[in-house]
């Protein structure tokens, strides 16, 4: 048998230390008290000369020995108490024969068995107390002249006393082991399911990589034609060539132009924007001071047509937000509200209301509605509704101007009539 198996027994949960801890510091003194209490009620009982003392600090001594903190002391803690216990049933036993077995004795006897066996954690621990103790008592009855009858109950009681606490501890040991199964089961589960979130974190950091390359990639190769129109708009509109090829005056062509122009600047915010937001590279908190006024003027100016009328009611202030979300989120709106629409002349009304903390938009129109059912729908990503056939829809406007928003501080809402119209309104917080 190895050496440190014995030790290896004595190892106990922490809060078995700490329960045995505190149950040997209470005896302790319990003990000394009830022993001088016993002798000064029956002067006659026989006790060996200074146990009650010597018992007494062996009990305290291992009862604080886990407070000393020793990683060797709290390994093989279960040793010491089982030694401390085995050594006094040893003790009390030989103190009930010395007494004749005398009932004051046996009591104490037994409750002290009970107890002691209650602190063994293991069921080798538990068979070696429970067989030594049981052959010292039928040593110590045998070697005494005890009637048959006194002999039976003093056996049977302590064969009891050892049974019914095996049946009892067995039962538990067992239940303990099948937790510890369990958790060790669980815990292996947690560390695989661990190490997979770990790879699965990985993969998704790389691939979030490829996605930053691709999309930087994309998104200079959109912009690339853009800059060129953009450069080509900026020179036919430049007072130059208006003085050279439209005889400095700015007719309609001039006027195509110019909103060409506008159309690729706002073109190449909306691809940074996007870009940058569904990258997380551009944060909600890098906000500007933005002229509302001025920027809803510039998208007007490229949605309207001789079909479509948009206006503006009210005093649109300046906010502080992210120029090219805050462009993203009306310009999804109106565009939403043209490509829905069921008029032959569409009509579109910017307004606003100024609130106590925050400003509240609405872009309302005259197209179809959309029936209740559908008010939460149209928010999620790549949902759309069928109300017009051959729009050029992919379904991510509403579901963008809903995180920007919301991202943002603010909320975002509907209310429409199935046939009467929609006003899609959002908030933005004041700074």
Not at 245 to 262: H, P, R, T, W
Request: with cysteine.
């Amino acid at each position: 048998m190895d050496k440190s198996f014995f030790w290896k027994l004595g190892k106990l949960k922490s809060f078995e230390i700490r329960n045995n801890s505190l149950i040997l510091r209470l005896i302790s003194p319990t003990l000394y008290l009830y022993i001088m209490l016993i002798l000064y009620l029956n002067p006659s009982i026989v006790i060996l000369p200074y146990a009650k003392g010597v018992f007494a600090i062996l009990f305290l001594v291992i009862g604080a020995l886990p407070l000393l903190k020793k990683e060797k002391i709290i390994e093989h803690y279960g040793v010491f108490v089982f030694f401390a216990f085995f050594s006094f049933q040893y003790f009390l036993t030989y103190t009930l024969a010395e007494n004749n077995f005398a009932i004051d004795c046996i009591l104490g006897t037994y409750i002290v068995m009970f107890g002691g066996i209650l602190t063994i954690n293991n069921n080798f621990l538990l068979l070696f107390f429970s067989a030594f103790q049981l052959l010292h008592m039928i040593y110590r009855v045998s070697t005494h002249e005890l009637d048959a009858t006194t002999e039976l109950a003093i056996l049977g009681s302590t064969t009891s006393i050892f049974t019914y606490s095996f049946i009892i501890l067995n039962g538990t040991f067992r239940h303990r082991k099948k937790l510890e199964d369990m958790n060790s089961k669980l815990g292996e589960k947690i560390k695989k399911r661990t190490q997979e979130l770990e790879n699965r974190a990985k993969e998704l950091y790389e691939s979030n990589i490829d996605l930053e390359d691709f999309a930087f990639m994309v998104s200079n190769d959109l912009k690339r034609p853009l800059r060129s129109i953009l450069n080509s708009a900026k020179w036919l509109t430049s007072p130059e060539n208006v003085k050279t090829n439209f005889n400095g005056e700015m007719n309609g062509v001039y006027k195509d132009l110019f909103i060409i122009k506008e159309q690729v600047v706002q073109m190449d915010m909306l691809i940074s924007g996007i870009l940058n937001y569904s990258l997380h590279l551009e944060k909600e908190k890098k906000v500007e001071k933005v002229n509302l006024a001025s920027l809803l003027e510039r998208i007007i100016m490229v949605n309207s047509s001789e079909n479509c009328k948009i206006v503006m009611k009210g005093n649109f202030p300046s906010v502080y937000f992210n120029e090219s979300q805050l462009l993203q989120v009306f310009q999804n709106l109106i565009q939403n509200a043209i490509k829905h629409n069921d008029k032959d002349k569409v009509y579109i009304e910017l307004n606003i209301v100024e609130e106590i903390d925050c400003y509240v938009f609405s872009v309302s129109d005259n197209g179809p509605g959309i029936e209740k059912k559908y008010h939460r729908k149209i928010f999620e990503l790549f949902q759309k509704l069928e109300l017009k056939k051959h729009i050029d829809s992919i379904g991510i406007g509403l579901a963008l101007v809903r995180k920007i928003v919301e991202r943002n501080g603010g909320e975002v809402w509907l209310e429409s009539k199935f046939g009467k119209g929609t006003v899609f309104f959002f908030t933005i917080r004041k700074h």
